[in-house]
């Protein structure tokens, strides 16, 4: 184990080519649910919400999506006068996603309002130079903020968590057990902890579904 716990990143970024920038000069807020990502495959899936509170943002914006170089095909979608919901399937080559995957980051929050994407990353220390510089050197992309926060956020993320069940967490992340394939095994990381690996499992399978219902709450009070 590393021994220290990671960062969290917030940066805003600008990008001409892509799908996000439909929201420019529009009442449109979009927020990231889940992403599909396999390090292995040319797309990705992501899953959105949106709104806004004219129906022409809505029906352009879904319009546009269907033909936009970015995306390879509109999954699923379900919208009404207000609000929307939709899977994509993304190309991967130049999106914002494939360069925080790449520098092993973890998306935490991703929205997107007047055609800028806002992300929260969880990286460590060692990787947020790199994480910059590629974002900075990526074609038809824009770095407008780049600010490490501060640690009370990760604080937050972690508190309704056990030791145990952080500890988990941290080493599914730090050690690539959430990458696609895994890089580490349950056996390895359970070593780490000093604990059996269905003692492991079970720590890291409560803290992941303690975060999961926190953003799906937040997910909820958003639509609303």
């Excluded at 009442?27 to 292995?40: G, P, T, V």
């Excluded at 006068?81 to 520098?103: Q, R, V």
């Excluded at 510089?133 to 600010?147: C, M, P, T, Y």
Aim: proline fraction near 2%; charge should be negative; include cysteine.
């Amino acid at each position: 184990m590393r021994g220290r716990l990671p960062e969290i990143v917030y940066m805003e970024v600008e990008h001409s080519n892509c799908w996000t920038h439909l929201t420019d000069k529009t009442n449109l807020e979009i927020r990231l649910i889940n992403q599909n990502f396999s390090n292995e495959a040319p797309l990705f899936n992501s899953y959105i919400t949106g709104k806004s509170n004219y129906l022409s943002d809505i029906k352009e914006f879904v319009k546009g999506i269907k033909h936009h170089e970015s995306v390879n095909d509109v999954l699923k979608l379900e919208a009404d006068e207000n609000a929307f919901a939709t899977n994509l399937s993304l190309i991967k080559k130049g999106s914002i996603s494939n360069i925080i995957h790449k520098d092993d980051g973890i998306i935490m929050e991703h929205e997107i309002r007047d055609g800028i994407e806002a992300w929260s990353i969880i990286i460590d220390k060692e990787n947020i130079p790199l994480l910059k510089e590629d974002i900075e050197n990526n074609e038809s992309s824009v770095l407008l903020k780049f600010r490490i926060l501060e640690r009370e956020k990760l604080f937050n993320i972690l508190s309704s968590l056990t030791p145990n069940e952080a500890l988990s967490l941290y080493l599914a992340v730090d050690k690539g057990f959430l990458d696609f394939p895994h890089k580490v095994s349950t056996k390895d990381l359970a070593e780490i902890m000093g604990v059996s690996s269905a003692t492991f499992v079970t720590h890291l399978r409560k803290a992941i579904k303690k975060i999961a219902l926190k953003n799906y709450h937040e997910i909820i009070s958003y639509k609303e």
